[in-house]
């Protein structure tokens, strides 16, 4: 589809044109003309509006739908559609899934069945079989199936010498192995972080060190085995203080952050909604400056949107009987950007790439095409029914956003949203 961008101002420091004003023409997947002024035929599309901005694609390394096992909360396809509307052109699918992400078959039938959708998918192995903790999956048989690192998601690593041998075939297939920092004997089953807040709402609750207590352990191993260790989010002040260490010390050791934990504070729990039980657990203003603080300076290196689709039936209940999770790909860009400016908010969610050595192209001409593009001038008011997302359990609701996406493009796949 021949597709006109026009007077956009181009956000990409790996582009000739960042900072620059220009129309952009995409025909076949790809960039076919960067420059101030294009003719085109008449059956091209034309993306307009008052104040277009046009970025590269996003990336999130911790994301879950539920297909296959768990279509009632997400296909695959509806998920990388809405992660497309998000301004996503990769993403990295978590074992959310039945069955786990740990055989090679249905890594591979996966990859084969959504290998040209709007958003690119790549998948995350199960760091043990059905995530159980006790056996660690086929590492190099998976490894050569192109997964992008191995993950038990939110099920924490208790055998501390299982991730000392999953971080010693870290260096041998050159992956990342995922570990969420959590100790489940510090944290009780609690729901929520132990503060006042809490306390006066009488939900169980955690103390920040139950994240610190966990991280500290996995980093003292990743000191003694070497490897790569990636920690997908972390949520306190503490947290930021033991990465930098880690990272002065010299250790391969990358972090995200979760766009709840930018956003929101245990003052969102007041009201026992239940798309605000996440995790990380929401925390103290101290550890959300601290998170903002960290992003600036590079030592988290990058945001998740975190998102995890629950039924009706999981979320519409109480408080203590609910599933964790919220969306978060449809709003992420929007809610970032009402705390960092747009270049810091375009890195944020583009360098991740990085750690998992996903490449992307750069908006110039004779590129593929993939980016996204915004209009700054109008805003978007966050409802239910206009999530492309199949469940609707986002503690973003009801949120101004002050973007609007109009289009995205990952090569021949382009959608234009009005």
Do not use: W
Not at 260 to 276: E, M, P, R, V, W
Request: with cysteine.
């Amino acid at each position: 589809m021949k597709t006109l961008i026009q007077d956009a101002l181009i956000i990409d420091p790996k582009s000739s044109f960042h900072n620059k004003r220009a129309s952009i023409y995409v025909n076949n997947g790809k960039i076919k003309d960067v420059a101030t002024e294009i003719r085109v035929d008449d059956d091209t599309k034309l993306v307009k509006g008052v104040d277009l901005m046009v970025t590269p694609t996003f990336f999130d390394a911790f994301v879950s739908f539920g297909e296959p096992g768990f279509e009632d909360r997400e296909t695959l396809q509806n998920g990388l559609n809405a992660a497309a509307k998000g301004g996503f052109g990769d993403i990295i699918l978590q074992s959310t899934t039945y069955p786990d992400l740990d055989h090679s078959s249905i890594i591979h039938q996966l990859q084969d069945k959504f290998k040209d959708e709007s958003c690119h998918l790549h998948l995350s192995a199960a760091l043990t079989k059905a995530k159980k903790g006790k056996d660690l999956c086929e590492i190099y048989e998976l490894d050569e199936q192109g997964v992008k690192g191995f993950s038990d998601v939110f099920n924490t690593i208790d055998d501390a010498n299982l991730l000392k041998l999953a971080l010693l075939y870290s260096q041998k297939v050159d992956q990342p192995i995922f570990s969420f920092p959590l100790d489940p004997q510090l944290a009780d089953q609690a729901l929520v972080h132990e503060n006042l807040d809490t306390y006066s709402l009488g939900l169980r609750s955690m103390p920040a060190m139950a994240e610190e207590v966990r991280l500290e352990r996995d980093i003292a191993i990743l000191a003694y085995t070497g490897g790569r260790l990636h920690i997908p989010a972390i949520s306190t002040k503490g947290s930021v203080a033991i990465i930098k260490k880690a990272k002065a010390d010299g250790l391969q050791v990358t972090c995200g952050a979760a766009i709840h934990n930018i956003c929101h504070t245990t003052k969102a729990l007041q009201g026992f909604d239940t798309s605000f039980k996440v995790l990380p657990v929401l925390r103290d203003e101290d550890d959300r400056s601290a998170i903002i603080e960290g992003l600036r300076t590079g030592v988290i290196d990058m945001v998740s949107s975190v998102h995890y689709p629950r039924t009706i039936e999981e979320k519409d209940c109480e408080f203590e009987q609910a599933e964790i999770g919220s969306l978060g790909l449809e709003s992420c860009f929007g809610m970032l950007l009402k705390h960092f400016d747009i270049p810091t908010s375009v890195e944020l969610l583009t360098r991740g790439r990085n750690i998992f050595n996903i490449d992307r192209s750069p908006i110039e001409k004779g590129a593929p095409a993939t980016m996204a593009c915004f209009d700054r001038n109008e805003k978007t008011r966050i409802k239910a029914s206009e999530l492309i997302s199949k469940a609707k359990n986002s503690m973003f609701l009801g949120e101004e956003l002050d973007i609007k996406i109009k289009a995205t493009f990952n090569h021949n796949n382009i959608n234009i949203y009005g």
